[in-house]
């Protein structure tokens, strides 16, 4: 209880955002994991999850459409794209990317099952893949920061000055938004 009030007054001295911060941390009372390394890791604070439809909603009226191999979008089918219990800061991120590059933007994996698991995975609601086309493939790789090979597969790993990072796998871009990119 001491912690809380000195949290409490510390809140109050520097203002609001440092107490909503503190009460979110103190009663989920778990900590935010540690990000890789050469990247930021997201707030303490509760992250916010978005519905298929809700997130589906938001990408197409961004102009950045999607494809599945299966035609579907159940979040328990690898066949699918989907975006149930995507995070809305990924969600977020991929629409500054499209303001950012100007480029058509599809993406091919959402947070269905199949892929690789992890805290900043895409079933925690932390990725996306994108089609490699040139003039998203030239944006990235003109404008973010080489950090070098990823440990475990190799894919060439490109750092956004916000701290994304984005991967570049044998067929797609595999991206990891720790936040909105700059919204």
């Not at 809140?11 to 941390?25: E, S």
């Not at 800061?89 to 599809?106: D, E």
């Not at 992890?118 to 996306?128: Q, V």
Request: positive net charge; proline residues 4%.
């Amino acid at each position: 209880m001491a912690v809380t009030s000195t949290r409490i007054r510390l809140g109050a001295l520097l203002g609001g955002a440092v107490l909503a911060t503190t009460v979110l941390t103190a009663q989920s009372a778990v900590a935010a994991p540690s990000a890789p390394v050469g990247a930021q890791a997201p707030s303490a604070a509760a992250v916010t999850k978005l519905s298929h439809s809700d997130a589906a909603n938001r990408l197409r009226g961004a102009g950045i459409s999607w494809t599945s191999s299966g035609g579907c979008s159940d979040r328990n089918n690898p066949t699918c794209t989907s975006f149930e219990q995507i995070n809305l800061t990924t969600v977020q991120g991929a629409i500054t990317l499209k303001g950012a590059t100007g480029c058509a933007l599809t993406i091919t994996g959402g947070t269905e099952t199949g892929h690789a698991s992890g805290t900043y995975s895409h079933w925690n609601g932390y990725k996306l893949d994108f089609s490699p086309t040139s003039c998203l493939s030239n944006y990235i790789t003109g404008t973010f920061t080489n950090i070098g090979p990823r440990p475990g597969d190799g894919a060439q790993q490109y750092k956004s000055g916000s701290g994304n990072i984005y991967a570049r796998e044998s067929n797609h871009w595999d991206v990891t938004y720790y936040n909105c990119g700059g919204c």
